[in-house]
């Protein structure tokens, strides 16, 4: 494609090798992108759920999950709408975690994420074991805020952030991969910042 | 239309040039533009706009499309934010004649099929995809399955508040008294009447605008699943 012209890069390039590509620093900013109307989710009224192709379906609470080894992510996120945020922390449970408890089954291969809204998002299966991926409650030491997906949201930050679906209530094992919520609205099946796997036919 | 309706499709990067360019309000200019290869759309889908430096350094943003499928032209309403790498090139250094790196249409979500009442509660520049969606229902011959709520500072600040006064939106302004109402935003006596028979509502605008919006809908009666919301932030 030409050169637009007039245009010139006025930001810098940020970190050495940190930056996918398209992608800019929104430095402290966090802005807030959702499809549907927010939700008041009590903790005491929300339930995490790993079910689908599984040995032993399982349904946690909010005092049950918590007492799981939490865990925390550093580093940076992704969002397809080209920010990118370095040095977040999450903590949580990692994904690993949860899915040991449910055991799953050798057929399964995917994965759909469900959110108390009905927002869904489909992954690998391989996108969500090997310390890659978290349910998180907490953001920079505190509470989740609710319009970041409070309280609970699934991370998984080597994927662009829509992946990361607000308020996850549940992770289906499927042997097929099956379009989430954006994927069946345009986005990319996978979501791979770095390959820039924004939107269909990327 | 529902959202196991919606089927993928794949976009490719085109090129659009600039046909005309005005300055409606003072924070936002209007781009007319001729896409090659155009595919049809539906109101309330977006863009992408990409602008390219010498060094292949590039930025994007999407913008929602304020034209309808049956305008020759794409037209897009942009607010010009300050350090905005987009939206400052577009105001400021984009003239006519010029042409950019355009995708789409982008997203299948938060569009109307011109078939279901709705009602759109829109603030700001988030009113650019009721514009489209009020142009498709007329085009369509449909305009009475669509009621537009527009909130705005003042007749100067809100886009489009012309064409909205023309096809009978009611408009709030929160800074300005205009003889018929207290200024402020809408009122649920103001939204009731509006929502009889809708099923579907279209809330735009920024983040804050969004969450008093759902607010005031839900506070309506209205069902939070037929609510679809698009807001955005300051991302230049």
């Known amino acids: 494609m030409p050169v637009t012209r007039g245009f010139f890069r006025r930001r810098p390039e940020g970190p050495e090798g940190r930056l996918p590509p398209g992608q800019y620093d929104t430095g402290s900013g966090w802005p807030v992108l959702t499809a549907e109307a927010t939700p008041l989710i009590r903790p005491e009224a929300w339930t995490m759920t790993v079910d689908g192709l599984v040995e032993r379906p399982t349904t946690w609470n909010w005092d049950q999950v918590q007492q799981l080894p939490s865990s925390t992510y550093t580093g940076d996120i992704h969002c397809v709408t080209t920010w990118s945020k370095f040095d977040v922390a999450f903590t949580g449970v990692s994904v690993d975690v949860l899915l040991d408890a449910a055991g799953p089954l050798p057929e399964a291969a995917f994965v759909m994420a469900h959110s108390s809204t009905g ?10 074991t090997g310390g890659k991926a978290w349910v998180v409650w907490e953001y920079g030491g505190k509470p989740l805020a609710r319009e970041h997906g409070g309280p609970v949201r699934l991370l998984v930050p080597h994927l662009y952030f829509w992946k990361s679906a607000k308020w996850v209530s549940r992770l289906e094992l499927m042997a097929r991969d099956q379009p989430g919520f954006w994927e069946r609205n345009g986005y990319h099946d996978r979501g791979d910042p770095w390959l820039e796997q924004r939107y269909q036919g990327d | ?54 060094d292949d350094y590039t930025a994007q943003r999407s913008y929602s499309v304020a034209s309808d499928e049956s305008d020759p032209l794409l037209e897009f309403l942009v607010e010009r934010l300050p350090n905005g790498e987009v939206s400052e090139f577009l105001a ?53 399955l669509l009621r537009v709520v527009a909130v705005g500072r003042s007749p100067e600040e809100l886009p489009y508040d012309d064409e909205l006064h023309w096809i009978g939106a009611t408009v709030a302004y929160t800074r300005h008294a205009d003889g018929t ?46 609510i679809r919301v698009e807001q955005f932030g300051a991302t230049g």
């Open chain 2, 1 to 54: 239309m529902s959202i196991d309706d919606v089927v993928p499709t794949a976009t490719t990067w085109t090129t659009g040039r600039i046909i005309t360019k005005e300055f409606p309000t003072p924070t936002t200019v209007r781009l007319r533009m001729h896409v090659e290869d155009r595919l049809r759309h539906w109101p309330g889908q977006h863009y992408l706009i990409r602008l390219r430096a010498p």
């Open chain 2, 92 to 144: 400021d250094v984009a003239e006519v004649g010029d042409v950019l790196e355009m995708r789409g249409p982008i997203g299948r979500w938060f569009t109307w099929d011109t078939r279901t009442p709705a009602l759109c509660l829109v603030g700001g520049t988030g009113v650019v995809p009721a514009i489209s969606m009020s142009r498709a229902a007329r085009h369509a011959g449909t305009p009475d």
């Open chain 2, 181 to 226: 109402r207290v200024p402020g935003p809408p009122t649920p006596d103001e939204l009731l009447p509006l929502l009889d028979g809708v099923e579907l509502a279209y809330v735009c605008g920024s983040s804050r605008f969004a969450g008093l919006a759902e607010s005031l809908l839900v506070e309506c009666g209205m069902a939070p699943e037929a």
């Open chain 1, 119 to 128: 927002y869904t998002t489909n992954l690998p299966l391989s996108d969500l």
